[in-house]
Each structure stands twice: as structure tokens, then as C-alpha cells.
């Protein structure tokens, strides 16, 4: 279980984030809200890449506040960026065997590799030698990350926008690739997103405004407000980019 208790984060004299407080125990949780309502930031929160100004945030009952991104990654804790990272020198199979570890003391297979990526919509012999630079689109990396963070199966995953760059046929699969993932590795999967698709799978819908929790609930309870416009959520479909 992860836990905020009464966190805040502040940049500067802009306070960001003011006593937010939830628990995500459940297989799909999804953070929505305006933009600059404080989503990413609780994102980047759960990760380690930001530090609570004050409060706590607890992972199965101990106290990660201080914890690195690395600590955290051990203690099986995934972020998928909004904006991938490029990775210059790093093909892609590299970068997917490096997020699945080794078994029996060998790396993952060629094949177990290209099967991470057939999962996601890309032709597996096309992109697996492949340097993760700028020669990739930003839809190619968004679903070169999804596989990365499919392969690694932590018991937390956390996706800031997924659906955000990427074609519609990957938008389209998003949705059997978090079930998936769900059924491989048994923990939950916070989302952040304003996509009414994506918020129809969650067991639960957090509801960030002005950087405080403005709903919490389940999806039955929530949705049907924020269909309405009373979220102040935008729907809208994804993006269509070449990848």
C-alpha cells in the first residue's frame, strides 16, 4: 500500500501541493484534475524525484519520505515519464533488459525483449538494436518506455500521462497493456491522465485541484461528476503522432 499523509511540496515561494493526504491499495488508481492542479507533482512525489516539504509518504508501512529514486526503485517502485528519456549509446534492447534484470544470472532473451515490444504495437525486429536517441519519435519512446516498465513488473507503477504523443492504435492497446501488467505482477498502477478511457478502468479516481485533494472515490462515485464538467477535466482524444 502507498500512503500519503498530509503531504506538501513547495518550489521556491510556490507552494505546489498543501496537506494531501491518500492510500492506493488497489489494482488501477487514476489522478486527474486541471493542468498545473499538482498531478505530476505527486507523481514525481511517489518516485523520489521530489522531496515532501512537510508530511510523510509510506509504502507497505515504511517511511520512503527520504528515500532516493534508486532506493525506491528496489523497493519496487516504477515511474514512467511523461517525456521519455533519450538514451544516447543505449540500444533498445539494452534499455529493456537493463529494467528486467537478469534471471538465473543472464539477461533477458533477444526474443523476450521483442515480445515486450510487440505488446506495445512496434515491429520487434525493427527496433530492438536500435539507439534510444533522437532518431525515435516521441511516440516510438512513449511505447519503448510502456515496454521498459512492463518488462521491470513492480508491485508500484506510476504513468504520468501515457496516452500523451502517442498514435491512436497505441492509445487504443493502452488499455489491455495496464490489465496485463496488472495480471503479471499483481500490485497497483496509479495513472495520470485525463482520458475518459483510462478513468473508466480505475477502481479508483483521485481528483487534484489547486493543489489539494478536491474528490476521492470510486470510479462510480467520481466519473459520472466529472463527465458533467464538475472535475473541471478536460476529455479529449489522445493526439495522433507518426511512430
Avoid at 99 to 112: H, L, Y
Avoid at 171 to 181: Q, S, T
Avoid at 191 to 196: F, G, L, V, W
Amino acid at each position: 500500500m502507498l500512503e500519503f499523509q498530509n503531504v506538501s511540496f513547495a518550489a521556491g515561494d510556490a507552494e505546489i501541493l498543501r496537506n494531501v493526504s491518500f492510500s492506493v491499495d488497489e489494482r488501477f488508481v487514476a489522478i486527474t484534475g486541471p493542468n498545473g492542479s499538482g498531478k505530476s507533482t505527486i507523481a514525481k512525489l511517489i518516485a523520489g524525484i521530489y522531496t515532501p516539504t512537510s508530511g510523510r509518504i509510506l509504502l507497505d508501512g515504511v517511511d520512503i519520505t527520504e528515500l532516493s529514486i534508486t532506493e525506491r526503485a528496489r523497493m519496487g517502485v516504477s515511474f514512467a515519464f511523461q517525456q521519455p528519456v533519450r538514451f544516447k549509446g543505449l540500444t533498445v534492447k539494452d534499455l529493456i533488459s537493463l529494467a528486467a534484470g537478469t534471471e538465473n544470472g543472464k539477461k533477458i532473451s533477444a526474443a523476450a525483449a521483442c515480445a515486450y515490444l510487440s505488446e506495445v504495437g512496434l515491429c520487434a525486429r525493427e527496433y530492438i538494436d536500435r539507439e534510444v536517441n533522437a532518431s525515435l519519435s516521441g511516440g516510438e519512446l512513449k511505447r519503448i518506455e510502456i515496454a521498459m516498465t512492463m518488462a521491470r513488473g513492480s508491485k508500484l507503477t506510476v504513468f504520468d500521462e501515457p496516452e500523451a504523443g502517442i498514435d491512436l492504435w497505441s492509445f487504443n492497446n493502452l488499455i489491455d497493456v495496464f490489465r496485463k501488467m496488472y495480471e503479471k505482477t499483481k500490485g497497483s498502477i496509479i495513472i495520470i491522465s485525463h482520458q475518459e478511457r483510462i478513468l473508466d478502468i480505475a477502481d479508483k479516481i483521485i481528483v487534484v485541484s489547486g493543489g489539494e485533494i478536491a474528490a476521492i472515490g470510486e470510479k462510480s462515485e467520481i466519473l459520472p461528476e466529472l463527465l458533467k464538467g464538475s472535475g473541471g477535466c478536460r476529455f479529449t482524444a489522445p493526439r495522433k503522432e507518426e511512430a
